[in-house]
């Protein structure tokens, strides 16, 4: 079993910045891929940021130049630090794990307002 845990949310102003945290642990023999998506009120959840296990990155189109994923194999954590945010990016963000099974995080919130 693989345990998902994610941290950075917040409140940020518009144009401000948080950079977000997700650790997986557990019975991993190899991470395939680790990545971010989020669900905003009513919405589906989506696909924010991707990173496979060979550096491959992908972005959807809303954050490209704005967010940037990264990761410490390590430590297994990913981290999406994100830039010049909008109150459109205001959602949960969950991190999904690729392993031998896939596994989700709890989500944590991210709010941008004034």
């Known amino acids: 079993q693989v345990h998902v845990v994610e941290s950075g949310g917040g409140l940020v102003q518009p144009g401000g910045s948080l950079r977000l945290s997700c650790t997986a642990s557990g019975s991993i023999v190899s991470i395939n891929g680790m990545g971010w998506y989020r669900q905003a009120p009513g919405k589906q959840r989506k696909l924010v940021a991707w990173?496979?296990?060979?550096?491959?990155?992908t972005y959807t189109d809303s954050v490209k130049g704005r967010f940037s994923i990264s990761r410490n194999n390590a430590k297994n954590t990913v981290y999406l630090q994100m830039d010049n945010l909008e109150p459109e990016d205001t959602a949960v963000y969950y991190c999904?794990?690729?392993?031998?099974?896939?596994?989700w995080g709890q989500g944590t919130q991210v709010t941008v307002s004034s």
């Open positions: 999904r794990v690729v392993t031998a099974t896939i596994s």
């Open positions: 990173l496979t296990s060979e550096g491959t990155t």
